[in-house]
């Protein structure tokens, strides 16, 4: 995890909101139980969305419950060098909070955490989040209607919970035989070491998705060797990056309405992209002229050339920006191997040729649990079902957020929210606003809980797979897009402003909704929260 290094974020949680503390029975004694409202899990740009419009709505009775020691979740964790965003600036924000110091079209890591952490404070949010507060378990609890949820320091009960966690929080460590005999400095890329000197170093990179592409050009010139390890070559694009300029920012900041209309040119030209990736997989053929002709200019030998080659339709992987890999990869230093690794010995990592390379320095650009989040082994609904279990045959959600059997449960860019053309930000302003008018609803007509009707969110999911079928994501490569039986569970199949106009209102005909309960006794108390402290889960 990163270290807070402002002066000013050191005593962020000194001055915390009030809560409602209840005393009640735990095995042969009592323990004290932190209640709320709504209860958040993850403070990156879901958790920190949902947790400002609550806000915004007047609604202070909310946590939110974050692992680590700042927000910012994976803009947070993930700080490898060149780490930056693939979405334009001006998309890749809130809509309420334009921001218009962006120094580059598209934002570096540092800049996008510092933006999460002053809409924090801004917003007011920062009093309600607990750090250190890792979620061990999460328990539906049918005779009270809340959740009953376990932390590293100590139990809460919330009447709604919603996880924010995202998808990119847990990095996947791939399955090679000898990985863990290695005795030399290995590390994922989103858990970098920064206090290991790669100087000189024989480095092996495994994996090129969109972290290995941003880190390889920033250590390949000072490394002694580079083995890049590719599994699947992907398609990449001109980045076109460049610096905003000082005059444009004034102009941003003087006339707000000049970088609300580049935003709204920019959502519109990205939009395009849905055309060719879900209604028209043919029209990938301009694009892949594009990548062609990129890597043709950057790369001169034919036999690198034909490595970096996909053989599969532009957009069925995720396609990547990039102006600096292909000329890393032409460096002295630098080896492309495509062959399969058999082994990883204490020093080096052996081929299925049968090449040995002496290796120092193992980085993992493997990716993250994304269909197979742990969390969800976390998360039980009624009769004690975990997620897992539920979504035994892949994941699925009733707009990406509601699963049958779950009640009063929220899950922000949850299956089938995710894109390969746009900003996620869109997708979780459009489930906050779906959230926000549930907890209206549930407020007009006195529920207790709500809970989505199997019907229906079996019927919303046929539909989905349904219009899979003809996207690019469907016409033969193996991606992390999706589940362990081929499903993808992963992307929405259409444009962005489909989804938003599901979203606009809660659809109650679609759910089971259910009265409140009579309260049970309990021995209530009024205290301030306390500060983080050290802690962690364990799983079985």
């Known amino acids: 995890m990163s270290q807070i290094s402002d002066a000013r974020y050191a005593n962020a949680t000194s001055a915390q909101v009030e809560e409602d503390i209840v005393i009640e029975p735990a095995g042969d004694g009592w323990e004290r139980v932190r209640h709320v409202r709504v209860a958040i899990v993850g403070a990156g740009f879901s958790g920190l969305g949902m947790a400002i419009k609550l806000k915004q709505a007047g609604l202070d009775d909310f946590v939110v419950l974050e692992r680590g020691d700042d927000v910012g979740g994976t803009w947070r964790d993930n700080t490898y060098p060149g780490a930056a965003c693939d979405v334009p600036s001006h998309l890749y924000s809130f809509s309420f909070a334009p921001n218009p110091h962006w120094s580059r079209t598209y934002s570096p890591q540092r800049e996008i955490r510092d933006y999460l952490r002053r809409a924090a404070d801004r917003f007011g949010v920062r ?65 970098w070491d920064h206090g290991h000197d790669l100087t000189g170093e024989r480095v092996a990179v495994i994996g090129t998705g969109a972290s290995a592409i941003q880190f390889v050009p920033q250590i390949a010139p000072s490394v002694g060797r ?193 894109l390969g053309h746009t900003s996620m930000v869109f997708m979780i302003e459009s489930q906050l606003a779906y959230i926000l008018d549930c907890l209206r609803v549930m407020d007009r007509r006195g529920l207790g809980a709500v809970d989505v009707r199997p019907d229906a969110q079996d019927a919303y999911n046929d539909e989905l797979q349904r219009r899979m079928r003809r996207t690019v994501w469907a016409s033969g490569c193996a991606s992390w897009y999706l589940a362990a039986n081929g499903r993808n569970t992963t992307l929405w199949p259409g444009f962005t402003w489909e989804y938003r106009l599901r979203t606009r209102r809660f659809d109650p005909a679609n759910y089971d909704m259910i009265p409140k309960t009579a309260p049970i006794n309990k021995r209530r108390l009024s205290s301030y929260g306390v500060g983080s402290q050290s802690g962690a889960c364990y799983d079985a």
């Open 226 to 418: 580079l083995a890049l390890f590719q599994r699947t070559p992907p398609w990449i694009v001109p980045r076109l990056d460049r610096p905003i300029s000082g005059r444009r920012r004034t102009l941003f900041r003087a006339a707000p309405i000049a970088q609300r209309a580049q935003r709204t040119a920019i959502y519109w030209q990205r939009e395009l992209g849905a055309l060719a990736l879900v209604y028209r997989p043919p029209m990938m053929k301009a694009a892949e002229k594009i990548a062609r002709a990129h890597l043709e200019a950057q790369v001169a030998d034919p036999a690198l050339r034909a490595k970096l080659t996909p053989s599969y339709t532009m957009g069925c992987k995720r396609i990547l920006l990039s102006d600096d890999f292909y000329p890393a990869l032409t460096r002295d230093n630098v080896e492309v191997v495509t062959d399969h690794i058999r082994e990883v010995r204490a020093q080096s990592i052996v081929t299925e040729d049968g090449i040995e390379r002496p290796i120092d320095t193992i980085i993992l650009a493997t990716g993250f649990h994304v269909t197979d989040n742990p969390i969800y082994q976390r998360v039980h609904g009624r009769d004690g079902r975990a997620l897992t279990d539920a979504w035994r045959e892949g994941p699925s959600a009733y707009l990406g957020a509601a699963v049958a059997g779950f009640p009063n449960l929220f899950i922000m860019i949850g299956p089938n929210t995710g």
């Open 127 to 191: 009093p309600h989040i607990r750090f250190g507060h890792e979620v061990c378990d999460a328990s539906w609890d049918e005779a009270t209607q809340q959740w009953r949820i376990t932390t590293a320091q100590g139990p809460f009960a919330a009447r709604v919970l919603v996880l924010g966690n995202g998808p990119l929080a847990e990095p996947s460590i791939p399955a090679i035989p000898g990985l863990d005999r290695f005795a030399g400095t290995l590390f994922h890329s989103a858990r």
